[in-house]
């Protein structure tokens, strides 16, 4: 369906990241926000609660992250769409409840503007190291989707995006912003509302006397039933049945577990939302995500100019890993180049892919600051050294 | 990370502006202004970067600016192109970023720069201008309209529509007098956009 | 055999609050002797005696012994994780100002674990409506120090006696902010219905905490003796004081229990703050959250 109007302010603006990740928000339907102050996420939340009285939206500023993505939970199984957002420290107070949205299959979004880390670390400085924690940081087995934006204008675009897929998968997604995308302020094109594809919650149109919260109906995602339309359904954050109801079992265990796992690594390449640039006849290939891709394109047109053919992969789907991708081109180049803001996350993803058939050079520092293009460039260069 | 490099080389078609000054001066209301002209009211894209934290609420506030006909990717700045300065603490801090050809833009009240041949500056006594309209705090709108005459960036006119869109309501007037009497001031004291720094800036207040 | 003996079984008649269980999952996990149960029956009894519209009734819980209230009542239920039911609760009533929220869990849950959000609620005022089942112990995990365990009792952590203060609870919630805290045991079964019953009719954040026996770990560990023994104590001890000051209800081990309604006072709600702040400054530009919530129709 299309976007509610009341909710778009479509128009040409100069926005940051984080104003234009609440736009996205606001145009995609979320009508509920709980969160906390935390450098240098506060700002989308700020945004979102001057606008959200004048769209029949609420935003509560809760006592802390546990709260609120606690709250984030309970508000979306009204229906409403629902989004928290933060940083590192609080996402980490998220991460429980982040699993027990991942266990009762419940849409929301999260919005972490990564900071540079461990602990307090750098509250007013990029980093992207919690690339791993947005896929293993709850504990147990489950799958989300996790998203990278470029640039103020992503954060508009794929903040809608990371909605739909809330939507359609039942998944938390996290949106894995970074501060330097986060406090950069650029043109932020918002369509009109009809122009903007938003998915609804898919509601079930099962009678109240045969429906089961947690029943397949020829699809991995089951049906939803809204708080108060008088399903009067259960629902636990423990293993549970088809119903809903608490069961202590393997069998059970493997048929709940698995399917959250299945319905995000079956979708395959569904879910797969790269922007491969020159990869057709690439020696070397560059694979980044998030601002740290808007700098490696400096880096592969340095290497362009100097005869080694390069390509990029910008991941904007991080979560779950395009691997069908990776893999092929593990076949076929001399090797990856993978810069990040952190000294080791997705590189290990795209090793592990690589499975030894390519070099992969990790280009990492622990954040503060985005590379130097020259940095990377070294890189591809003695990759090309290598191949050659 | 920090390796010696040449950071001399130009990407064609990119300016790179950093404004700096005190906190409570404007500073990113400044950059956001410029940057919006641009990237809104003019054809080119600008990516502003504004320094956060204890830092952006200490002394030397900072803002930076990449400009550019084409797409940005490398958000940051290297070596600035054009160096507003409207506080000492910021030009002691930043000036040595300014190329050998750059343009320093200055509040000659409060900046007393050290002045380096082929690099071009440019003063206006901003504050003292704004106290004369009766509020020191459009200080820094003083400073964009003066910015946009000596530069020409961009037209006036898409730099007037910035300040409007920017401002809180209902100080619209107030602000748009001080971009013209910044502006003003850059047309009748420098006579030509990239000014020589030879030519001692002008001095004085506009009636 | 004489056939004038053999009659059909008397039909058993149903039980009252059968409508409001999920009986497929009865026998359920309590104890013998264990309070949660009255409680719940209690809770029903009351949702019965308002006549409220259940299609709109969440019940919401924490984790523990108590926090298996939510699976057996037949109302939209929400097991969640372990001191989060407040705000799971809270995103249920600000998404769907229309529900009536419950939180029904246990002293460790609501006040242990989860204490920072019990007072900012109760400080909100926040429109929930939080039954706290206290048995002075962390029950499901056998039987581990409380916030609530009595100076002096035994717990599996304090096995030589408990020495940290506990909470006194009506008082906490009462000078948090809740407009309505009432106490009562697993004895005052026509009271604790009627205390629901007035509970679900106010508005706010109301209170409700209820002393229950834990034979299986409490009782054990203070050699207390059975379910029976804990009603037994509460017959002779609990004493009835409607209107106390919440600073002189604190529980001592073994000690009276000063039951009652302490506070009931009217206050506006967040939701209504809410509203009424935002209507006055921003007049008709003020959308609030429609009464069935901010779903996106299709």
């Known amino acids: ?388 | 990370m920090g390796k010696e490099r040449d950071q001399s080389e130009r990407t064609p078609g990119r300016i790179e502006i950093r404004i700096t000054g005190f906190g409570g001066q404007g500073v990113v209301l400044a950059g956001h202004i410029i940057g919006c002209a641009c990237a809104i009211h003019a054809d080119k894209q600008a990516t502003l970067i504004q320094s956060f934290g204890p830092e952006a609420r200490g002394s030397a506030c900072s803002a930076t600016l990449a400009v550019s006909d084409g797409e940005i990717f490398y958000p940051y700045i290297r070596r600035n192109d054009i160096f507003v300065a409207m506080s000492s603490e910021g030009y002691e801090k930043y000036h040595h970023e300014l190329r050998d050809d750059g343009m320093l833009i200055y509040e000659q009240d409060l900046v007393h720069p050290t002045f380096k041949p082929g690099q071009k500056a440019a003063g206006v006594p901003s504050t003292r201008i704004a106290e004369s309209l009766g509020r020191a705090i459009v200080q820094n709108i003083v400073m964009v309209g003066f910015f946009a005459g000596v530069t020409r960036l961009v037209p006036e006119e898409a730099m007037r529509e910035a300040v409007l869109g920017s401002v809180p309501a209902g100080t619209e007037e107030l602000n748009l007098k001080a971009f013209s009497a910044g502006l003003d001031y850059a047309r009748r004291e420098i006579t030509t956009p990239t000014l020589d720094l030879k030519r001692p800036p002008a001095e004085g207040v506009p009636a | 055999m004489n056939p004038d003996l053999v009659r059909d079984p008397l039909p058993i008649p149903e039980h009252p609050v059968t409508p409001y269980l999920r009986m497929e999952r009865i026998p359920h996990v309590w104890c013998p002797g264990c309070g949660i149960g009255t409680v719940v029956k209690c809770f029903a009894s009351a949702l019965e005696r308002t006549g409220v519209d259940l299609e709109k009734v969440s019940v919401v819980s924490g984790i523990g012994c108590s926090g298996r209230t939510a699976g057996y009542l037949r109302l939209d239920g929400f097991h969640t994780t372990h001191g989060r039911a407040i705000p799971f609760a809270t995103g249920l009533k600000l998404g769907r100002p229309e529900l009536l929220v419950s939180v029904v869990s246990g002293d460790g849950d609501l006040v242990g674990i989860g204490g920072n959000h019990f007072i900012h609620a109760a400080r909100r005022n926040l429109d929930l409506l939080v039954i706290l089942i206290n048995n002075f112990i962390y029950g499901m995990t056998g039987g581990q120090n409380a916030p609530t365990t009595p100076l002096m009792a035994r717990s599996s952590t304090m096995p030589f006696g408990n020495f940290e203060p506990p909470f006194n609870l009506p008082h906490l919630a009462a000078s948090s902010g809740a407009p309505y805290v009432a106490r009562w045991t697993c004895l005052h079964i026509r009271r604790l219905t009627w205390a629901i019953e007035e509970a679900i009719q106010r508005k706010g954040f109301r209170f409700i905490e209820v002393i229950a026996p834990c034979p299986t770990l409490y009782s054990r560990l203070n050699k207390l003796g059975t379910g029976l023994s804990g009603m037994r104590f509460y017959h002779d001890k609990a004493e009835i004081r409607h209107g106390a000051d919440t600073r002189e209800v604190a529980i001592g081990f073994q000690e009276p229990i000063i039951c009652g309604k302490f506070v009931d006072e009217e206050r506006p709600t967040f939701n209504e703050l809410m509203d009424s702040h935002y209507g006055k400054v921003l007049g008709e530009k003020y959308v609030p959250m429609p009464a069935e919530g901010g779903y996106l129709h299709g």
């Open chain 1, 1 to 388: 369906m299309k976007a509610d109007p009341a909710g778009v302010l479509t128009g040409a603006h100069y926005l940051d990241g984080d104003f234009a990740c609440g736009e996205g928000a606001m145009a995609a339907g979320c009508r509920f926000v709980a969160g906390y102050p935390i450098t240098p996420s506060t700002e989308v939340v700020e945004r979102i609660s001057r606008r959200f009285p004048t769209m029949g939206g609420t935003f509560i500023q809760m006592e802390d992250e546990l709260a609120s993505m606690a709250a984030v939970v309970g508000g979306s199984w009204t229906g409403t769409k629902s989004m928290t957002v933060t940083s590192g420290p609080g996402f980490s107070l998220m991460m429980e409840n982040i699993g027990l949205a991942a266990m009762m299959e419940t849409p929301c979004v999260v919005v972490n503007v990564q900071r540079g880390g461990p602990s307090t670390g750098l509250p007013t400085m990029v980093g992207q190291a919690d690339m791993m924690q947005a896929r293993w940081g709850s504990h147990g087995d489950y799958e989300v989707i996790a998203l990278s934006p470029q640039s103020p204008q992503e954060a508009f675009d794929l903040t809608v995006e990371a909605f739909n897929l809330s939507e359609i998968y039942r998944v938390p997604v996290m949106f894995m912003m970074d501060e330097c995308v986060g406090h950069m302020t650029e043109r932020v094109v918002i369509p009109e509302a009809d122009e903007i594809e938003v998915v609804p919650r898919r509601l079930t149109e099962q009678s109240k006397e045969e429906f089961l919260p947690y029943r397949l109906n020829g699809h991995l995602v089951p049906e939803f039933a809204r708080a108060g339309d008088g399903y009067r359904f259960h629902t636990t954050g423990l293993t549970h049945d088809e119903r809903g109801y608490p069961l202590m079992s393997a069998d059970c265990q493997e048929a709940c577990v698995h399917r959250l796992v299945d319905k995000i690594r079956g979708a395959g390449d569904d879910l797969t939302h790269i922007e491969e640039d020159g990869t057709d006849d690439a020696e070397v290939v560059v694979i980044s995500y998030g601002i740290t891709a808007r700098v490696a394109r400096m880096a592969i047109t340095m290497a362009r100019e100097r005869g080694v053919p390069t390509g990029s992969v910008r991941l904007i789907v991080v979560w779950p890993f395009p691997e069908r991708v990776i893999t092929e081109l593990a076949g076929r180049v001399a090797g990856f180049v993978v810069p990040e803001l952190n000294y080791g996350q997705i590189s290990l993803e795209v090793e592990r892919l690589a499975a030894g058939r390519c070099p992969v050079w990790h280009v990492g520092h622990g954040g503060g600051t985005v590379h130097d293009p020259e940095a990377i460039l070294e890189k591809i260069l003695e990759a090309a050294k290598v191949a050659a």
